[in-house]
């Protein structure tokens, strides 16, 4: 079993920066990808980041080149570096890891309790 613990959530006027951390614990031998999502008032829950095991990132066309994403293996920790942030940008933002079974081919996934972020314009 996993445990997500997320942080650095707030109030930001646009412009502003903010920094996202998560700490995982329990069973991290197991994890293999990380990344952070996020759900707006009345919209799905969409991807903003992931991070693979190697280093390998991916980003959603809307923050690319304004988010960061990373990791620290010895640490258990992922990190979501947001900068030139925008109204839109508003939403319940959700740490993520997948960790890998027992078998090949299968994967658990495992979330965080979210952390709101608001942007003010």
């Known amino acids: 079993q996993v445990q997500l613990v997320e942080s650095g959530g707030g109030l930001v006027q646009a412009g502003g920066s903010l920094r996202l951390s998560c700490a995982a614990s329990g069973s991290t031998f197991s994890i293999n990808a990380m990344g952070w999502y996020r759900q707006a008032p009345g919209k799905q829950r969409e991807l903003v980041a992931t991070?693979?095991?190697?280093?390998?990132?991916n980003y959603a066309d809307s923050v690319k080149g304004r988010f960061t994403i990373s990791r620290d293996n010895a640490k258990n920790t992922v990190s979501l570096q947001m900068n030139s942030l925008k109204p839109e940008d508003t939403a319940v933002y959700y740490c993520?890891?997948?960790?890998?079974?027992?078998?090949?081919?299968?994967?658990?996934?495992?979330w965080g309790q979210g952390t709101q972020v608001t942007v003010s314009s």
């Open positions: 993520k890891v997948v960790r890998q079974g027992l078998y090949p081919g299968v994967t658990y996934d495992n």
């Open positions: 991070i693979s095991s190697g280093g390998t990132t």
